[in-house]
């Protein structure tokens, strides 16, 4: 099902908020630390809209349950950033790592079933994306510089893709629907 651009639109010209960019190069971070780094953030400037993670399954544990294998731990991260999403009142965007599987089988696009080390994403996540582009695979495709952008899992809205012009020059990506690129 192909959907319109509408679901992603953001009108940046109409935000009027200030953007703080704050980077943790910590090689080792827990959710404890991000969740300090927000409370700096909110002392400073207010509030906190978006957090990015790049990406979820880089973050340690707090600590480590005797037993508790990399799933549970990522179950656990899981839940400890959606809890600093509902304290925060933001919305955290979890970038994550598939697994290797996506890549040895036909169908390259990705699926819920393909996040890797953790079912808890789809537990746990109101929106989960899944992103392919079929110009990275085929070099000969005729799609070249589209960028789908499937809405996997949503709390909000159905399951849908939009397709979107990625200008890898630039890394940017530009709405389709407009004839002027």
Known sequence: MKADLNI?????ESISTLVVKQANDNPVITTSQIKGDLQDIQARCGSVSLVIVDYVQLIE??????????????????????????????AVLGLAQLKREVDSRSEKRPTKADFRESGGFEQEAAVMLGLYRED????????????????????????????????????????????NY
């Open 8 to 12: 992603f639109q953001v009108d940046f």
């Open 61 to 90: 544990p707090m600590r480590r349950e005797r037993g508790e294998n990399r799933v549970q731990e990522i179950d656990s991260i899981l839940k400890q950033l959606r809890a600093i999403a509902k304290q925060f009142n933001c």
């Open 136 to 179: 990275y695979y085929d070099k000969q495709t005729t799609q070249k510089g589209i960028f789908e952008v499937s809405v996997l899992k949503s709390r909000f809205s159905s399951e849908t893709t939009v397709n979107l012009l990625f200008d890898e020059r630039f890394g940017q990506f530009k709405n389709l629907a407009k004839s």
